[in-house]
């Protein structure tokens, strides 16, 4: 199974380092057959990332996520034009489904939640919480790379947040 995950924030906002400090941890492990791409924020050229891949994952910090994170599956969003940056991962499936001319791998996000995004800011202690429950995650999804598997992780968060 090829995966490729992408982080997205900006380390010098606080939590929004999220993304960059588990994109760091997974950088160190060296893993066969999963393609790393980091960046500020995802771009219309980040679909062509998805190529050749079997499963994708988004990683991002977010405001208002409960905690200490979110993780679904995701589709593709028609009728949304892309700016130039900054766009959702729902939209960066769709470029490529518009460009390729065939579905794009299933995904996933990872949505960690964040308190503090100033300009120069600290991870705050909160959000190195929810990182930790991130990263055991993350693992638990790596050992087992595929969208199936995937889904029923899913499906146990969505339990755990309405119980």
Not at 31 to 46: A, G, K, M, R, T
Not at 54 to 77: N, Q, S, Y
Request: charged share 20%.
């Amino acid at each position: 199974m090829s995966l490729v995950v992408f982080a997205a924030g900006n380390p010098s906002r606080g939590d929004d380092a999220l993304g960059p400090l588990l994109m760091t941890e997974l950088e160190a492990l060296a893993l066969p057959d999963v393609h790393l791409v980091s960046d500020f924020q995802l771009q219309i050229e980040h679909a062509l990332d998805l190529d050749g891949r079997d499963l994708a994952l988004f990683i991002d910090a977010g405001t208002g996520t409960p905690a200490p994170f979110v993780f679904r599956e995701i589709h593709p969003v028609a009728g949304q034009p892309p700016n130039s940056h900054a766009l959702p991962p729902e939209t960066v499936l769709q470029v490529y489904v518009d460009i390729r001319g065939h579905a794009a791998p299933p995904a996933f996000v990872l949505c960690v939640r964040g308190e503090e995004f100033g300009l120069g800011r600290d991870l705050s202690a909160t959000a190195r919480k929810h990182l930790s429950a991130a990263r055991a995650h993350l693992l638990r999804c790596l050992a087992c790379a595929e969208a199936t598997s995937w889904r029923r992780l899913a499906g146990a968060d969505r339990d755990l947040l309405r119980a």
